[in-house]
């Protein structure tokens, strides 16, 4: 089992900054690789940014490329979101997912979930 915590969530004027942050407990941190998701009220949760287990490669969403960026710290067992330049429409909670890493890309666990981050874009 992974235990998954986020914070760094909050209330944020159009343009401004946050770091949300995920820490992690149980398996080892490292085996896997790391993504953070979001959903806003009443849409489908939506891949945001995955990064792998090395953290040497990183993928995004079109909607948050340039603005986020994924990192990670596996003596720490966190990973990190920086969010940049945001934008009413980024309001949602986040998540973030332990899974895996295809050539394609990061693949979601249906296991892994924190229990979110409420992130509030002001106009």
């Known amino acids: 089992q992974v235990q998954l915590v986020e914070s760094g969530g909050g209330l944020v004027q159009a343009g401004g900054s946050l770091r949300l942050s995920c820490a992690a407990s149980?398996?080892?941190?490292?085996?896997?690789?790391m993504g953070w998701f979001r959903q806003a009220p009443g849409k489908e949760r939506e891949f945001v940014a995955g990064i792998t287990q090395s953290g040497g490669s990183t993928v995004y969403a079109d909607s948050v490329k340039v603005r986020f960026t994924i990192s990670r710290d596996n003596a720490k067992n966190t990973v990190y979101l920086q969010m940049n330049s945001l934008k009413p429409e980024d309001t949602s909670v986040y998540y973030c997912?332990?899974?895996?890493?295809?050539?394609?890309?990061?693949?979601?666990?249906?296991?892994?979930w924190g229990q979110g981050t409420q992130v509030t874009v002001s106009s």
């Open positions: 149980g398996r080892t941190f490292s085996n896997y690789a």
């Open positions: 997912n332990a899974g895996g890493w295809l050539t394609t890309g990061y693949l979601k666990s249906s296991d892994y």
